[in-house]
């Protein structure tokens, strides 16, 4: 899951304007479209907040996108026309980066990989399993067939989690 250099450098230009609105963030999407591209902020609360299970609310959206508008004016980093959006991640939540995989061992998980793996006809790009364990270079997950894979960081294109109602 690497950042396109557009991405990485969205994400610190914004990174300072969400913090100081006392949320975290979880990521930066950037699809250009045309003549009107879309930029996807997604926050969090902060990790004391969610203890007291407290969660992000539209005040903090707006907040967030007022203060991500004011130094995107002064920084101007997109050319032409974009939309901004900034949500929470939601249920389903994307990950950004390795190290959010962390916090979700033992949760199903969707991942879009690079290269296909599995033998022969059963070659895939698409998996969806819990996720037993991840390291510094890969992950290992358990489909719901009871396969197991070792997939390397390097090879995922994009990962989800799953959301299932306790």
Same mark, same amino acid.
């Given at each position: 899951m690497k950042l396109s250099t557009k991405v990485a450098e969205l994400t610190a230009i914004?990174?300072?304007?969400?913090?100081?609105?006392?949320?975290?963030?979880? #990521?930066?999407?950037?699809a250009p479209q045309g003549?009107? *591209?879309? @930029?996807? =902020?997604?926050?969090? *609360? @902060?990790p004391e907040e969610q203890a007291q299970d $407290?969660?992000?609310?539209?005040?903090?959206?707006?907040a967030v996108n007022h203060q991500v508008? #004011?130094?995107?004016?002064?920084?101007? /980093? =997109?050319?032409g026309e974009y939309i901004l959006e900034v949500s *929470? /991640?939601?249920?389903d939540r994307a990950f950004f980066s390795d190290e959010q995989m962390h916090h979700y061992i033992g949760q199903t998980v969707s991942l879009r990989l690079i290269q296909a793996i599995g033998q022969g006809d059963q070659k895939r790009r698409k998996v969806t399993g819990?996720?037993? *364990?991840?390291?510094?270079t890969s992950l $290992?997950?358990?489909?719901t067939d009871n396969e197991q894979f070792e997939i390397d960081l390097s090879?995922?294109?994009?990962?989800?989690?799953?959301y299932e109602d306790a």
């Open positions: 914004i990174a300072p304007a969400v913090a100081a609105c006392d949320v975290a963030l979880w #990521g930066v999407e950037f003549q009107r *591209s879309l @930029l996807r =902020i997604y926050i969090e *609360s @902060l $407290k969660h992000v609310t539209i005040e903090n959206c707006a508008s #004011g130094i995107l004016e002064v920084h101007d /980093p =997109i050319a *929470s /991640p939601g249920f819990i996720l037993d *364990s991840i390291d510094t $290992k997950m358990t489909t090879n995922i294109d994009k990962a989800n989690l799953i």
